[in-house]
């Protein structure tokens, strides 16, 4: 159920696409919040605020250094981009199933051509 | 039983997704499949228990297109959309919406068929003006074989 759950918050939160540039960036490595908000045309309580929904989504985590919080990627940032990609994967795979059967089908009844 | 997946997917940038997927037959036929409605209708389904009673495809350039699903259970939605090229065997290029019941932003899909051995390659570029779209496409379940939480996905959006 939890598990459930954290998917949902994972799809969510990568269902922005300045967030999702965010777990790019820090796919690169740790970063602070004004190295993050640096590519984006954004304040930095804006980038903030993304950087929440990510974390409450656990794709990220944060570290205590000074007055600083660089941010890094949590394992499971990467696991719920790959989930979600498989999970397409996965329907069109379905479709292109049916496709193989409606070309195999085809070819035992040709239409006219050849 | 053997699942070989064929299928290859990858994200190119913000907004695009690259699928690739064989066939074993030639791309005379795969195109056919894409481009007939008769045909269409059996394979462009999505997840188990949708059927497709609507199913527009007229294949020429302006053509129109209309795909309505439905389930027993999670009732049904539309997509519209148009042709904008079409080269016979290789290359579709068309533009696509879902309603749900609003519009989705535009989908604009380029699928190329390149004979392969003796079938076919086909590479489906779809370009989508912002993420949302592509969650929301996922969310109705159409294309990504989603379950009830993908469902929840999309009132979230």
């Known amino acids: ?114 | 039983m053997t699942t070989m997946t064929r299928l290859t997917l990858k994200t190119e940038g913000d907004t695009h997704i690259v699928v690739t997927r064989h066939f074993a037959a030639p791309p005379e036929a795969v195109y056919r499949a894409h481009t007939d409605p008769n045909l269409i209708q059996k394979w462009l389904l999505g997840p188990e228990g949708w059927t497709m009673p609507v199913c527009i495809h007229e294949a020429r350039p302006g053509g129109k297109i209309r795909y309505q699903w439905t389930h027993p259970k999670k009732g049904s939605f539309q997509l519209t959309g148009e042709l904008l090229e079409l080269t016979p065997y290789s290359r579709i290029v068309h533009v696509e919406r879902m309603h749900l019941p609003d519009p989705t932003p535009d989908n604009h899909v380029e699928t190329r068929f390149e004979p392969d051995g003796a079938g076919t390659l086909m590479t489906m570029r779809m370009t989508l003006p912002d993420s949302n779209t592509r969650a929301a496409m996922l969310a109705t379940g159409m294309e990504g074989g989603m379950e009830a939480s993908y469902a929840r996905l999309e009132t979230i959006l």
């Open chain 1, 1 to 114: 159920m939890t598990e459930r759950f954290d998917l949902d918050a994972s799809f969510a939160a990568l269902a922005d696409p300045t967030r999702r540039a965010i777990l790019a960036r820090l796919a690169l490595g740790e970063a602070t919040v004004t190295e993050l908000a640096k590519p984006f045309e954004m304040t930095q309580p804006a980038i903030s605020q993304h950087l929440k929904v990510l974390e409450q989504a656990g794709l990220i985590v944060q570290r205590i250094d000074g007055p600083k919080r660089p941010r890094r990627l949590a394992k499971a940032g990467m696991e719920a981009m790959d989930q979600w990609l498989a999970m397409l994967r996965k329907g069109l795979e379905k479709n292109y199933e049916r496709l193989d059967e409606v070309l195999a089908a085809m070819e035992s009844h040709p239409k006219g051509k050849k």
